[in-house]
């Protein structure tokens, strides 16, 4: 179908001085779409990038079929010293 989009999650993180930084990147999927990055029904949350697979650069295809789901939200956490964690990014795999 060509109203419907893969998604591409990339990071880079080789730029960046990573003193004591435990970095994740959380995949939450979601039902209630028509909310965005304010959803909170929510099927599943996953991690892309974690410590057991940490790579300093790296890429992950989603597909909505093997999420059964029409949209995700995404977000950088840090679990090192100074515990961070960005905003919501929102991604609908219906154009």
């Known amino acids: 179908f060509n109203f419907i989009q893969n998604a ?3 990071w880079d993180f080789s730029s960046i001085n990573l003193n004591n930084s435990k970095l ?3 995949v939450v ?3 209630d779409c028509f909310n965005g ?3 909170s029904d929510f ?3 996953f991690l892309i ?4 697979n940490f790579k300093l650069k790296g890429s992950k295809q989603l597909n909505h079929l093997e999420l059964m789901t ?3 939200k995404w ?3 840090d679990r090192g010293d100074d515990s961070k964690v960005s905003e919501w990014f929102y991604f609908s795999f219906i154009k």
């Open 8 to 10: 591409s999650v990339s």
């Open 24 to 26: 994740t990147i959380e």
């Open 29 to 31: 999927t979601i039902y």
């Open 37 to 39: 990055e304010l959803a």
């Open 43 to 45: 099927k599943e949350q």
């Open 49 to 52: 990038l974690s410590q057991e």
């Open 70 to 72: 029409k949209c995700f």
């Open 75 to 77: 977000r950088l956490v």
